[in-house]
């Protein structure tokens, strides 16, 4: 029988977008959480960023790789449409999802620790720029329950993982920015019902 573990911190959004597919292929594995910076780079030596899976001894890192590896070695259910165009849009957006909800999320975080320093915000206008993000999201989306999708896939899982993890963690007013965005929350919802154990 196949073995899978997977090494990660679940406060990292590239690790419960690897879980998320995981659990979508209804794949059993282990997980396995960093206890020390150490662990980083012992488990990564190459790059020493988390997660990483290792599939019957073979390593994989970075989660849109794993994603890939998964789908090779378990195609079902599939997590891009068979459609190169549609395929195509989904890991555009799973890209761009991350690259632009990494630096809000870094801002963020650098921000609470200025207001705690008793300095001024890290950068003006932020709030703004994150909600025309999540109305980029929304518009995205459109009628569909998935991106460009009636069924989920990568890109879903992407999105997911940065918003349920953000809205988890932020205080109210960026709480309230993203739940009147009531397509996302229910999407949110969507991915959660097929996703969380
Ligand atoms: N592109 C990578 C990003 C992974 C990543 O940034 N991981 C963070 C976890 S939040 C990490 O390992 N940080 C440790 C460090 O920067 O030393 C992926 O998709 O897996």
Redesign the pocket.
Known sequence: MTKIVLY??I??P??R?VLAALALKKLPYEFIEPQS?ED?RRWNPET????LIEVDGERV????R?LDFLEERFPEPPLVASEPKVAQSQRRLEEWA?SAF?FYWTHYLRGLVDSEDGGPPSRPGLAGEFAQRLDDLVNFLGGRPFFYSDVPGRADLAVWSFLEGVRRAVGPEVAEVMESRTALMEHTARVSALVDA
């Open positions: 990660g911190p406060t990292a590239f690790t977008k910076p980083y020493g960023l988390l997660p890192h970075d989660s849109a794993i991350e990494t």
